[in-house]
């Protein structure tokens, strides 16, 4: 390839980014999903989100009428997750997804709740989507609010 040629290569592609670039300064900044959230909202979204820690909490400490309400058998042992995790806090789900030494596999947080579930619990696996593996996930989360995100960190 000769100087010349490579040169309008060069320039050629610089036009086209800068031609992508101009666009974007006309359009302006993107607006999409940017609509005002209202104070009613605001306390609406916490509320439904603090429901579903209070549930999470109710199974994360074994309570059986919620087990029941909700449709699902974490443990046979009689032992909830809080045994082996009584401050929460030590579940660190900043950390996932990552390889899980215990599992043997590269592994999302909701992949860890089932394999506590099904191996020391030696309860029945939850669906991933289902209502309690989200309150779980939520609890578990919010526990450990502020912490630094860290995936893939053992």
């Known amino acids: 390839m000769t100087a010349q040629v490579k040169f309008s290569s060069l320039l050629s592609r610089a ?24 104070q009613a909202q605001l306390n609406a979204y ?9 549930k999470g909490d109710l199974l994360f400490h074994g309570d059986a009428a919620t087990e029941k309400k909700m449709g699902v058998k974490l ?12 401050m929460t806090s030590d579940t660190h789900p900043q950390t996932f ?8 596999q590269f592994a999302t947080l ?8 099904e191996k020391p ?14 309150a779980l996930e939520t609890y578990i989360i919010w526990s450990n609010k502020g912490s630094v995100m860290t995936p893939g960190r053992y």
């Open 75 to 86: 443990t046979t042992t009689g032992m909830a997750c809080a045994m082996c995790h009584p």
């Open 15 to 38: 036009c086209l980014a800068g031609t992508f670039v101009g666009i974007a300064l006309l359009a302006g900044p993107a607006v999409a999903n940017k609509s005002p959230v209202s």
């Open 97 to 104: 997804p990552k390889y899980q030494a215990e599992m043997g």
């Open 46 to 54: 916490e509320e439904a989100f603090m429901d579903e820690v209070k």
């Open 110 to 117: 909701r992949d860890m709740i089932n394999w506590c579930i």
């Open 121 to 134: 619990n030696q309860g029945e696996k939850i669906d991933v989507n289902s209502e309690a593996m989200k």
